[in-house]
C-alpha cells in the first residue's frame, strides 16, 4: 500500500539491485567480496552470502562485531544512454546512506555523506559517460569515526555500561543511536545503503515534498499548501504553472492553480504556495482509533515548467482534517484549589475534546535499518497496537526516522504519533560542523512527515533534560558547559527550524519534561519529574509492581515498563543449546542487558508466585512467570494512570516497549517475530475503552471506578462483584451497583470492604453490565499474594476445536477453541508450538466452566491437527 508518490516526466534511473541491469558488490580490504544489495547493508549482504551466519543466534553480536570495525566499498555498476545526458539537469540522490562515506563516480570524487538521516543529492552531470558507469560509495567504520570525534568534541558518557556489550561515542555521529547497542537490545554498527539510490535528469524543477496546513475558521476549512521545490543544486529562475487538486466527500474535487516565476536558493531547494478554502461540510474529521474514522483526502500537487518543452512533475498526498492541541494551562481550572490543581495540565485536545492518550513506545523494528522498513513487520506491529486499542505511540529518540509507509499505515489506523528527534540518553557535542549537520536532518525530516494527521507532537530529545539535571553521566562539574550546548542545540538549532516548517504542532524540548515549566526554568527544570507539568517516565523495580498504590502522580505518562523474558518458542531461534537454558548460563547472562535484570524479575515474581529453585523446570517456569509478573505489573501500573484522570487528571499511559529487536529480556509486550506476550494481551483488556477498574487499597478496602473513553456518556449501567472462593467456579456472593461516567473521564464508584472475609481464601471479580458496549473486560482483584492462597485445585482441562472454520480475507482462517474445565485457573496459557497462529485471548483467569475463544491463522489446518498442536501452562502452587 503506498499513498505517497512521485510521478514526473522526466526519466529517473533506479540503481536498486532489482533493477537487472545494475550489479553491486561489496568488498572490504581484507578481499572479501560479495553480492551487494541496494537498498540493504553490510550485516545483511554478509549473511546472505554466508559469510557470517544468522546475526541473532548465540553471541553472534560479539562474533560478527569486526565487520563494524573495518571498512567497506559498494561498487555499483550501471548503463547510461545518450538521451539520458540531454537533460541540464542530472542528480545523483541517495536517500539514505549509513553513515559516513566517500562517494566517487568514474573514479572522480562527487561528495561525502556523514547523517543516515539526511538526503543527499549531487550534480553528476560532467561525471557520467555514455555506457558503463560505475559509483564507489565507501564507507568509514562508525566505531572509528565516532571514537576519532570523540577526542575533539567529547560529550558523556564516555561509554555504555560494560553489560550492554555495546560500543561507544554514538552521540558523536548522526546514526541510528541504538546500533551501537541499548539496555534491550545487541550492538550491530552497520554501514550500507539502506534506502534507494537513484538518478533523476530532468531540465525545469521537481517537486520533492509537500507540507500542509489546515485551520478551521467559521464554517470552511482553510488549507495551505507549501510546495518544496528542487532546481538542481545550484540557484535557478523557474517559470510555470503550479496547480493542486483536493478530492472531497461527494465525491467532488477542488482545484486551484496560479502561475510560477520564482527563483530558488543557491542550494536549488525553493516553496510556492497555493491557498484552498474548503466548506467544513465536504469534509469528515480525521479521529485517533476507537474515537471515530480516519477520513484521507487525495491531494495532488502538479508543476509544468517550461526549460526544454513542458515538464510536469506530480506528487499525491493522503492528508486528514483535524484540530490537536497540546494544552497546558491552569491545572486548577479542571481539579480547583487542591493539591492536584497546583501547576499545569498536559493533554492532548483532539477535534475540541480532551482525549486520554493509550499507548506504548517504538523501538526499530529491525536492529537492522534496511530491514527496519519490511512493510509486513511494520503492518504487524502497527496491526497489533490497533487491536489492543492503542491510540498513539512514541517513535523514541534512539532509533529512526520511520518509513513513508509506517507513518501512512499510522494515519490509516489511527495512531497518532509523539515523534521524538533522534537524540536519546546523552550529552551531544554542539561545534558548528555537528550542528550544520543536524540542521539539514531536522529540515528535511519535518518536510518529509509534517503533511501527515497522525504526527501529534514533536520532542527534542529523550531523557536528556533529565540526564544533565540528574548527573547520570557524571556531568555536574561540567553543568554549565553541557546546558550551554544543550540549549545551542535542541533550542537555538532545532526549535526555529520546527516552528518555521510545521508552527501549528508543539515542539517539545524534551521526555520528560515538565513542559512549559521546563521552558521558563531555562529549559532544565530543578525537577523535571514534577508531578504537577508535563510528561515523566517512571521505572520502580524495588516495590512491588503488582500494588497501584506505589504509583507516582503524573500529568502524563510517557515511558514506564519492567521486564520479560521472551517465550522458549521465541528462544529457540536464537539457540538451540540446553545448557543455555539456564538463568547462570553464559548465554543468558550475555542477553540480559539491564544491570541486576533477572534479580528484578525474580524478585517481583517471589512477591506473589511459588516457584522452586530446585524444580527440573525452573526455567521454563521463570520465563512464563516473568510474562505473568510483566503482564500484571503493566496491568496495575497502566489502571492507576487510567483511575488518576479522576483526581489528578493524568491524561495519558504509553508504556515502554511495543517491540523488540532480538530473543532476548526486555520490556516489549510483543516478542522479536511478532509473538504476543501475555502483557499484549492484557493490553486489550488494560485499554479497553469502557473499563471497571478496581484499587485494592493498603487499608484493605477496595476503591472502584469507572472507565469511560468514549464520545457518550455512560448511562443505565450497573458493575457486578462476584466473590469466590479459591476452591470453587461458582460464586459465594455476588453484589450490583449502579455505574455511571461522564463521557471522556474516570470516576470512582465507590469502596468496598474486604474486612469480613478470609482472604488468602477468596478474590473478586468485577464486571461492567452496559448495552451496546461491544467490549468490556472483567477484571480481579487477588487480596493476598498469589503464594499465600488457599484451596486452589489442580484442575482438568479438555480442549477441543470446533470442526467448522471461516475465512477472512485479512486474517486467514479464524477457528472456535472450547476449554472446559472443573477448576479456577490462573493464568491459563495456550500455545500452538508446531503452528503460526494466535489465540486472541490468553492468559486467562479462568472462572466458569467452559470458555470459548478464537484461533486465526494464515493457512488452513484441519480441527483435528489444531487440536493436537495445542498446549497448555498455568499458574498452580
Known sequence: MQCTFIRCEFRRIELASWNKHVVWTLCNNNNTQVAGTVPGGVYSDLQKAGVISDILSGFNDIQTRWVAYDTWTYTGHFEVGHHDLETSIVNLVFEGVDTVAFVELNDVPIGTTHNMFVRYVFDVKQHLKIGKNELKVSFASPVEVARNRSKKHFAAPDCVPDVYNGECHAN????????????????FPSVGLWKPVFIELYDGAIIRSVTTHTEQKEQNWELRIVVHVESGTTKKHVTGYLSASLTVDGPQTIKIARKVDVVTRDDGTGELELNMTVSLNDISLWWPNGFGDQTLYDLEVSLKTHEKGEEICQKSVKIGFRTLEVIEEDASNILGNTTAGKGLTFYFKINGYPIFMKGSNWIPANILPELGYDKSTVDSLLTAASETHMSMLRVWGGGVYESEYFYERCDQLGILIWQDFLFACAMYPADPEFLDNVTDEIEQTVIRLQHH?????????????????????NTQAQFSKYKEEYIKLYVDTIKPIVENLDPNRRYLVSSPSNGLESEQEGYIAQNPYDPYYGDTHYYNYLSDNWDLNIYPNTRFASEYGFQSLPSLKT????????????????????????????????????????????????????VFYSQISQAMAMKAETEFYRQSQANWYTMGALYWQLNDVWQAPSWSSIEYGGKWKMLHYYAKSFFAPVLVSPRLLLTGAVDVYVINDRLVPLVD???????????????????????????????????ISLAEYSKDEIFLKFSLDIENVPYSPHNFV?????????????????????NNS?????????????????AVILFLWLETNSLDGRFLDNGFIVTQPRTKVDYIIQKHVSAQELERSITYQYYLN
Open 172 to 187: 558523536q555521529i548522526r546514526k541510528m543511536q541504538a546500533s551501537f547497542s541499548w539496555d534491550w537490545g545487541p550492538a
Open 453 to 473: 494527521p497522525s504526527i501529534a507532537l514533536w520532542s527534542g530529545n529523550n531523557e536528556n533534560e533529565v540526564a544533565l539535571r540528574g548527573n547520570w553521566y
Open 571 to 622: 528462544m529457540s531461534t536464537a539457540t538451540k543449546n540446553k545448557e543455555d537454558y539456564k538463568l547462570d548460563s553464559a548465554y543468558s547472562k550475555h542477553r540480559q542487558h539491564s544491570p541486576n535484570g533477572y534479580d528484578f524479575i525474580k524478585d517481583q515474581i517471589n512477591r506473589h508466585l511459588k516457584l522452586d529453585e530446585s524444580d527440573p523446570k525452573y526455567f521454563d517456569k521463570f
Open 717 to 751: 449501567s450497573k458493575i457486578i462483584i462476584e466473590f469466590y472462593n479459591w476452591s470453587s467456579l461458582i460464586p459465594f456472593k455476588s453484589q450490583e451497583h449502579p455505574a455511571s461516567a461522564e463521557m471522556l473521564c474516570a470516576a470512582k464508584q465507590m469502596s
Open 782 to 802: 487477588f487480596p493476598r499474594p498469589l503464594k499465600e492462597i488457599k484451596g486452589l485445585k489442580q484442575p482438568h482441562i479438555k480442549i477441543t476445536v470446533e
Open 806 to 822: 471461516f475465512q477472512n480475507r485479512f486474517k486467514g482462517f479464524r477457528y472456535v477453541v472450547n476449554i472446559e474445565v472443573d
